[in-house]
């Protein structure tokens, strides 16, 4: 029987930094995984904050050498409007840029640099099952038992404690479908700004959305969002429902007028997630082993990464004999940021935050610290739109 201090399952962004902080304190911890690396993952647009923890994991230099594309902020387009926001114009202090990147290579990179750092990683193990004592946890796998002190769920869309505790509950927000893709963008339009993820609001339903995501190599990602009624092509395979939405929308039409559409799109149906509890006395769930909310503004990775954070400090504390409180530093603490998320992407879809975005007459106070959400900066208790975010919104909305 093999045994540690910590047990991370999963290798993705929040196993990655978790088990590396873990590390770095001196805990022994074994991450597992039931694949291999690369594997193909969506979520590519990184918000500034990432950096931030990143920078705390030790793998911050090794990202910025990767030659990822280089991000500045977020562009909008809706018809003919067309509107910014620039991350480094924000109301909270911290990077303001960022990366776009493959998530297949991004993972990788980053569970290379953890074990780089001494992180012993075992792919292709699952774990099937965890029993819980006063001492500690037993986890049972397909290549036999690990013995731990706690375990951490970074397992992500494979939701393995959630699935094996029955700590699973239907998400509160409507069941929406996505179609995406990669593709040889090829665009010359010379005003194109290659340097801000493109979210574009389909000219007569508001309710979807397509993203572009542009690489480094001349590449993007690209996708629609919405529920199924409003974005299903009746007899449609993936790809031409995704090339229809898009080219609806006067913008995309004009940027991917030469595109190449050289691979298969895919769907997700119902990607939103919830949780029952977060915690408990020798587990912790992580990034969308938690909650799932909504792509529209990136805010996975950054919610896995500071989820990663948070975990890692408590269970440091707590191995080494402090008392911890894990509802109000790890719980509490993490539902902050993700409710004032959930605050925008129900604003979005109801169109008072659209409103917001599109309106042409902004307050520039106003418009810096909604740039801060948007950056990634959703856990700054100085911004009222992160600490009062509903109130916020519907104020800013009657503003303008």
Request: hydrophobic share 40%; glycine share 8%.
């Amino acid at each position: 029987m093999q045994s540690c201090d910590v047990l991370v399952v999963g290798a993705g962004p929040s196993g990655s930094v978790c088990s590396a902080i873990l590390n770095k304190a001196g805990l022994k911890t074994q991450v597992i995984d039931k694949e291999r690396m690369p594997r193909f993952v969506i979520g590519e647009s990184l918000l500034s904050n990432c950096l931030t923890y990143l920078e705390r994991a030790g793998m911050l230099d090794a990202v910025s050498r990767a030659g990822y594309q280089y991000k500045n902020g977020a562009a909008f387009s809706w018809g003919e409007r067309y509107t910014y926001f620039d991350f480094c114009d924000k109301s909270t202090a911290g990077h303001g840029t960022a990366f776009e990147v493959k998530r297949a290579e991004f993972d990788k990179l980053l569970i290379d640099e953890a074990q780089k750092q001494g992180v012993p990683v075992e792919f292709e193990r699952e774990l099937t099952g965890v029993e819980f004592s006063t001492d500690g946890v037993l986890a049972s796998t397909n290549k036999g038992e690990i013995s731990a002190k706690f375990i951490v769920d970074a397992s992500g869309y494979g939701r393995v404690l959630p699935r094996l505790l029955d700590l699973e509950k239907p998400s509160a927000l409507a069941v929406r479908k996505a179609f995406f893709t990669h593709i040889e963008d090829r665009i010359s339009e010379p005003l194109y700004d290659r340097d801000k993820i493109l979210i574009t609001t389909h000219p007569s339903m508001r309710e979807v959305w397509i993203w572009l995501i542009p690489f480094s190599d001349g590449r993007c990602s690209i996708g629609v969002v919405g529920e199924p009624r409003f974005i299903d092509v009746a007899g449609a395979d993936e790809i031409t429902t995704l090339k229809q939405h898009v080219y609806e929308c006067p913008m995309l039409a004009r940027l991917l007028k030469d595109a190449v559409w050289d691979t298969p799109a895919r769907q997700i149906l119902g990607y939103s997630k919830d949780v029952k509890a977060l915690f408990g006395e020798r587990f912790v769930l992580l990034g969308n082993a938690t909650e799932f909310l909504d792509p529209v503004f990136s805010s996975g990775v950054t919610i896995a990464l500071h989820s990663a954070v948070r975990a890692a400090d408590c269970v440091i504390r707590q191995l080494g004999g402090e008392a911890v409180d894990w509802q109000r530093d790890y719980a509490d603490d993490l539902m902050l940021g993700v409710n004032a998320f959930r605050t925008y992407v129900n604003g979005w879809y109801s169109g008072v935050f659209q409103d917001v975005i599109y309106a042409k007459n902004k307050s520039h106070a106003i418009k810096r610290q909604i740039c801060s959400i948007l950056a990634g900066y959703a856990w700054d208790r100085d911004n009222p739109y992160v600490t009062r975010s509903d109130e916020a919104l519907q104020a800013v909305h009657s503003y303008i």
